[in-house]
């Protein structure tokens, strides 16, 4: 089980150096100030209060800001929270950075970039893959850093491209078992699918929606970016608009944010073959952090169930 704050269960007391992903100010019934933090270090995040704030507070724990905290782990809706003791901006002299706190991929981004490309070369549809290759090169360095997510699967660094990754292995093995599907189409959908996270996320350190994620969301940006780059590279033909469909239909269901449902064989494997690792990754991450014959917190992702570990 790794260490850090996710392996702390309800009722241990804590203390050590934390970022501040993202501060709120709130006032409680009786008029008195708090702030909620929600806290981060390498294993994960969790949900802090500071009550009684002073005047001043807000200006001093902000985003992206090192903190040293002392307090114990409480349960709010059955989700940890931690609840402050005492707090104060890190110094110089403590010697501690942004990156101590930073969640990385469990693969580093240079073999993340050769799987990738990996894919590519086994592209046999010129257009198809001169699409793709065009998008990589144009994304490549936040292609390889950016998270796939704010707080759910893969909300880490590098997360996207190893979502990608993982993703592509599915897709080899499933094409092994269902020849009749198109490769090019699922490799290019699986690579394209959630790549304008790049300008829906404001990046890997303390990740929140940008702007453009919030009014207008990564699946209609990227549709709009396919056609724009078809235009680019003087490109015409059906490929297109199946490229844009896999990207519109991948979420699979207008109520989980798809404007179309799946309606090609490969749009629907793809929304699949997401459904399974991002659930999967949610799922491992939170049991890395239970015992056997535990549950763990509820998963808001996984319809707020908890989820037992055999001791088996």
């Known amino acids: 089980m790794k260490k850090g704050i996710k ?10 150096f934390m970022l501040i992903k993202e501060a709120t100010k709130g006032v409680t019934s009786n008029g008195k100030p708090f702030l909620t933090l929600i806290l981060r270090d390498m294993s994960g995040e969790i949900e802090a209060k500071l009550w009684d704030a002073k005047p001043g507070d807000e200006t001093i724990y902000t985003a992206e800001q090192i903190v040293y905290v002392t307090g114990d782990i409480t349960q709010f809706r059955g ?15 403590d010697g501690v950075q942004i990156s101590d706190f930073i969640e990385k991929a469990p693969v580093e981004k240079e073999v993340l970039y050769e799987k ?6 086994e592209m ?8 793709i290759r065009a998008f990589v090169k144009e994304y490549q360095d936040e292609l390889l850093t950016y998270p796939a ?12 491209a190893h979502h ?7 897709a080899r093995e499933l094409c092994k078992l269902y020849p009749d599907v198109n490769r090019d189409l699922l490799y290019a959908g699986i690579i394209l699918h959630d790549l304008a996270k790049v300008k ?34 003087k ?13 519109l239909s991948h979420h699979g269901k207008l109520e989980w944010g798809s404007p179309r449902p799946p309606l090609i064989r490969e749009a629907e494997l793809l929304h699949l073959i997401d459904l399974i690792d991002a659930r999967m990754n949610t799922l491992n991450r939170a049991l890395e952090y239970v015992e056997p014959g535990e549950f763990t917190e509820k998963l808001f992702a996984l319809d707020n169930r908890s989820f037992y570990k055999p001791n088996i």
């Open 164 to 170: 990608i990754v993982n993703m592509l292995h599915l």
């Open 235 to 247: 490109i015409e033909g059906e490929e297109i608009i199946v490229l844009q469909h896999l990207v």
């Open 200 to 233: 829906e996320l404001s990046g890997f350190v303390t990740t929140s929606y940008t702007l453009e994620g919030k009014l207008i969301g990564h699946i209609p940006m990227m549709v709009e970016e396919i056609g724009l780059m078809a235009k680019q590279l």
């Open 116 to 121: 990738i490309m990996e894919a590519i070369f």
């Open 149 to 160: 997510a704010v707080s759910n699967h893969h909300a880490y660094m590098s997360g996207l």
């Open 79 to 93: 989700k940890a929270q931690l609840r402050i003791y005492s707090i104060r901006p890190a110094q110089v002299t």
């Open 124 to 131: 046999e549809n010129p257009n198809i893959q001169r699409i």
């Open 7 to 16: 392996s702390l269960q309800v009722g241990h007391k804590f203390k050590g």
